[in-house]
Structures are given as structure tokens and as C-alpha cells.
């Protein structure tokens, strides 16, 4: 997937890059991001040997994972500030089997919309295809804790 994105505003990267250190999933993990953009994000994995499954392939949750995080990034670029924004639905086709090394997520914003945004993510390992998926995200603004 080759994606052509206009760069962050230095202010915007080093927020974003403080979200990233205090995402427990993306430490533990051990997700590495080389790149953010205005609706883009390339995220890279460390296949460890405790994100396999039984047959000895990187687990569909951890692809899952990684690719539901790479499509976030990428959309949290555009956010406004303070929204909030959560998974409303994830299609992901599985299309390679991984063993070792790592992969590569890349993601980009098709739609930012008002309440609703979709992007769009690829995984490889190199050239290779492992997987690719669409995501739904919903925008919202967090709700006042005072009572009416």
C-alpha cells in the first residue's frame, strides 16, 4: 500500500508520541512506530514467540491488535481535542501465515466523518500480504461527570 501523507505539526507528533508511551497495549507488545502522518500510521511487530498460537503461527488477535491500534493512531491525527474515539467494528482477512521476524502495519483514514470514521490497514511481512482490514470508529466527547 503505497499512501501519500502530509506530514504532523511538531506539536501534534510529540502528543501523539506521548499517547503511544503510555499505551499499555503498544508497550507490552513491544510495538515499535517509525511513522505518523495526517491520517497515517506505520506500526512494526516483533513477533515474540508467546504471540503464537498452537500451530506455531502468529495469532489472529495479535494481527487483529496491532492492526486495530496502526487504524487509531492514524485517526487520532485527526481528532479533535479531548474527542474520544472507539472500535465501533473491525473486518479483518487473514491471508498469510507468520512465524517469526516481524510484520508491518500501515494504515490510513478513508473518511473522517463527523461521528463515524473508516480506515484502512495492511499487514506484511516484506512483500508479503498477511493481512488486510477496514475499521469503523466512532467519535464522541466525553460526557460531563456532573448530574443534571
Known sequence: MSVEFEPLTADL???L???LAANPFVN?????VPQLGRG???FILPIRPDFLNSQ???QGGVVAGLADEAVAYALFSLAKSGELLNTVEMKINFLAPVR???VEAQAHIVKRGRTISLGEVVVK???RLVAKGLCTYIHQMPRSSAKS
Open 13 to 15: 507528533e510529540a502528543a
Open 100 to 102: 517469526q521476524g516481524e
Open 40 to 42: 497515517y500510521a506505520r
Open 125 to 127: 511481512q516484506g512483500e
Open 17 to 19: 508520541r506521548a499517547r
Open 56 to 58: 506455531g503461527f502468529l
Open 28 to 32: 507490552f507488545m513491544g510495538i515499535q
